[in-house]
């Protein structure tokens, strides 16, 4: 049985579910259970509702719109995939992906397969699964003209590869990365496909009433400890055994799965570099397709031959505008600059307030591409470039996203008697005995504790620490920062 979800979001898609009633949450901690410690948190979630709804990216906040919320995002530009998908083993390494089929059982994403929240984790060790298929169909409503869809995953653990109705789209290898499909061709197809009147073309494309699907079958392999990639201290016997420094796999999709629309060029990355406590220096890059028309395009960086592109002059010239905005509640503009996509920009920040561990400061950077919206005819400076400032209002098309920073630095110091790292950050409101600077400028936020968590491969080769953060006395908050690299036996 599948549950139809609809959206009133500019993001027009129906999503076939399985019905929430095949879902449980699955008892883990060993045969008996005994190690098995649902949470109150645990206990509120709902295959009726998306897990994890926050917005996915918030270091890069995307909107035409000016709402930057980190935790929702701006609604119009994004949709989870999170929630129920259909889901079942592999019959064995070479079955065939089983596409255009319902699979036997649902799991709830983007919960790991061992995860008790998953509905399908392992009872024991023998019961273990290595390799498995997802599954899940859309219904796709016509995207905004020029417009590009992706599809977004922040994370599945071995190795994935993705289906668009029965065609490979992408695979990746890699269980702590995200990746992303381009699914706008088959986004435009579906939307187009059950046309009974021949209006199927991409100028009538927002005429069209009838819908098509696309079906998302994604196939996983992870084999845990038994393979030759690095796997940490997860053991597949854990599943039986817990306990000691061993921890279960965390198989399959584990982060959130996500759409965003984007425009026909956009912003993809945004690089923040601190040079002192009161410059950074950002830089912002583009993404755009080969071509206009294939079946799984593939983006390629903004310096890509001009004459590839079906997109404005001087495409690999184009200028993008840098905005930081003043802590709240003004967030005015309080330093900007422009530079072409991929070349770094300094920016000084007046009156810098520091980031610490008692005053966590975080400043926004706001990077536009004016252009980025346009197929012809972008908007010149009079320099020959492509300029942001130049187009009419920042916010009025093209592309815009939002990242955030706190102003500090890392350096590695001698005290008291061996290397450590020791972050530069505002002073104490209590005071510290370290303070580095007469001016109170800035303090150093010393290292303290251990950090016994060991990341290792089959080899063990070495490991290195995690942070650690306590309070020691009545006013200094020291943060263990140490990358010391140490022997692991495990």
Partial sequence: MLCLLTSALAIDVTILRPAAAGWKRTQCGGATGTTDLPTKWASQVSPSEPPLPEYPRPTLVRSPHGIFDRNKGDDTTWRTLNGLWEWQPAASATAPPPFGQTLAGSILVPFPIESCLSGVAPKSSSAYVDRSFYRLVVQPRPAKQGSRMMLRFGAVNWQAAVYLNGALATNHTGGYD??????TTAWRKASAS???????????????????????????FNPADRGAQPNGKARISAISSPGGDTYTPASGLWQSVWLEEVPAVFISRVQIAQNDPTTLTATAHLALPHTEQTDTPSLTPLHAPSSALNTAPRLDDMMLLYEVLGTAPSQ?????????????????????????P???????????????????????????????????GAHEGGDVVMAYFGLRTFEVDAFPARRRRTAQAAPSTAGSPRAVSSSGTSRAVSGSGTGDSHYTTPRAVSGYTHYTTLLVGPDLMTTNLSLSQVADCD
């Fill in 178 to 183: 995200g990746f992303e499909v381009e699914v």
């Fill in 194 to 220: 059950a046309s009974s009147d021949g209006r199927g073309s991409t100028a009538e494309i927002d005429e069209i009433g009838e819908i098509g699907e696309i079906e998302i079958l994604i196939a996983v």
């Fill in 332 to 356: 005015q503009v309080i330093a900007s600059g422009s530079a072409p996509a991929g070349t770094p920009l300094r920016l000084t920040i007046p009156e810098p307030r520091l980031w610490s």
């Fill in 358 to 392: 008692d005053t966590p400061v975080l400043y926004d950077l706001r990077v536009t591409c004016a252009a980025c919206g346009a197929s012809s005819g972008a908007v010149v400076g009079t320099d020959g470039r492509t300029d942001g400032r130049a187009a009419l």
